[in-house]
């Protein structure tokens, strides 16, 4: 589903100097790649899953194309930078008009990543609108890219994954604090593991091995996979949040188990049917002509599951976060997904392709951007630039994310 907007003119090199600045600071440790961890305390900030702070109805984008959009294109001296501009639909309430609705320091966030890598894109939805879409590089067929162009999202993924089991945990067909189904999933584990709730594997407390590049290394799927993982106790660490594919590698079996359903098709009908997005499909089903190639290649993501195997547009991904309701997040709750002084979200890692998608002022903003490519090297350091960019853009105070878990 195409949201489209005119690439904005930036103002003054202040905005690209302070953006280079935050970039050459980035060196955060991303979950992708996390190990077994102290425990995490979650500092005091304010409570996103109160109902009287987020959003109690679902929101959707309004988006459609006029019969009067034109394209244009502008290059830099590595990349190609493209955008369609088209007239978006009046909102249906009256909005607050942006503080600075050029976006500046969005744009140079956008601009900066774009120079670095082979393809990138973003989008910023606020109260339910497309206030910004730009996309730089090529698809496979060779076509611009758009914003609307799917790519690999890496551990992103995760966020899609919690999305779907929240949805099913409010339809009542399955129970987030009741014991993982294992025998529903084809797995024998150890019989230690029979008493691990649900939710442990949402929050990365379940005591799942981490196992780190072993998910790209070999052959075959999550579902072979993971009774490798569980043929023993749970870790140690059960019971505090550490990092582990494993634990959304056997949610997206949950899902499919439950549904019925491949994975894919399962998070289409959960996720983004309810908000109109089409075009999310997995890395194991083989990359589209109107994708955005994944330069490492696909097939070394296929034990993902889950975890990390999605490829879907910052369009699609963007509206179907901005549809989280207050249900969801009581289901998608810290550590599962990370927060910070401006929201919450999640990143993404892996050689090739980094992701993020935030949620900020209350649920009021959300922000999706993935690059292909390796610049920055981490998902949250796509956080780093890009979430203080459209906070400076929209007022709201904060400096650096300070993401926990980090």
Not at 33 to 53: F, G, H, K, M, Q
Not at 153 to 163: D, E, M, N, Y
Not at 390 to 403: C, K, M
Request: glycine letters at 8%.
């Amino acid at each position: 589903m195409a949201i489209e907007r005119s690439t904005l003119a930036l103002r003054g090199t202040a905005v690209v100097t302070f953006l280079m600045l935050i970039a050459a600071g980035c060196g955060v440790t991303d979950s992708e790649s996390s190990s077994a961890a102290p425990p995490v305390a979650e500092p005091p900030r304010t409570d996103l899953t109160s109902t009287s702070e987020l959003p109690t109805t679902t929101r959707r984008a309004t988006t459609t194309t006029s019969s009067t959009s034109t394209t244009s294109s502008t290059t830099t001296s590595t990349t190609t930078t493209s955008s369609t501009s088209t007239t978006l639909p009046a909102p249906t309430t009256t909005l607050e008009p942006l503080p600075n609705p050029d976006l500046p320091a969005t744009n140079a966030a956008f601009e900066l990543l774009a120079s670095r890598n082979a393809a990138v894109s973003m989008t910023v939805l606020r109260d339910g609108v497309a206030v910004f879409a730009r996309a730089s590089g090529k698809t496979i067929d060779g076509a611009e890219a758009t914003s609307d162009s799917p790519m690999v999202v890496a551990s992103v993924s995760k966020l899609i994954t919690g999305l779907a089991v929240a949805r099913l945990h409010e339809q009542g067909l399955i129970d987030v604090d009741a014991q993982v189904p294992w025998a529903l999933l084809w797995v024998v584990p150890d019989p230690a593991w029979s008493d691990v709730m649900i939710r442990e594997l949402l929050t990365h407390t379940s005591g799942m091995p981490v196992v780190r590049t072993s998910w790209f290394d070999g052959s075959g799927d999550c579902a072979s996979f993971l009774p490798h993982l569980v043929d023993r106790p749970p870790a140690a660490y059960r019971g505090r949040w550490t990092y582990s594919n494993g634990n959304y590698c056997a949610l997206g079996l949950l899902v499919e188990r439950i549904t019925g359903l491949p994975l894919d098709q399962a998070v289409q009908q959960l996720v983004f049917d309810p908000v109109g997005a089409t075009g999310v499909h997995l890395t194991v089903n083989g990359e589209f002509p109107t994708d955005v190639s994944h330069a490492p290649g696909i097939a070394r993501l296929s034990r993902l599951g889950g975890a990390g195997t999605f490829i879907v547009s910052t369009d699609d991904l963007a509206t179907a976060v901005d549809a989280t309701t207050v249900a969801d997040r009581e289901v998608m709750s810290w550590p599962g997904i990370i927060t910070d002084q401006y929201g919450w979200g999640h990143t993404g890692t892996v050689s090739g392709a980094k992701s993020c998608a935030w949620m900020l002022e209350l649920g009021r903003t959300t922000i999706v951007a993935t690059v292909a490519g390796n610049s920055p090297d981490k998902g949250g350091a796509v956080c780093d630039i890009i979430v203080p960019a459209i906070a400076a853009d929209l007022n709201v105070p904060g400096g650096r994310p300070n993401r926990t878990p980090p």
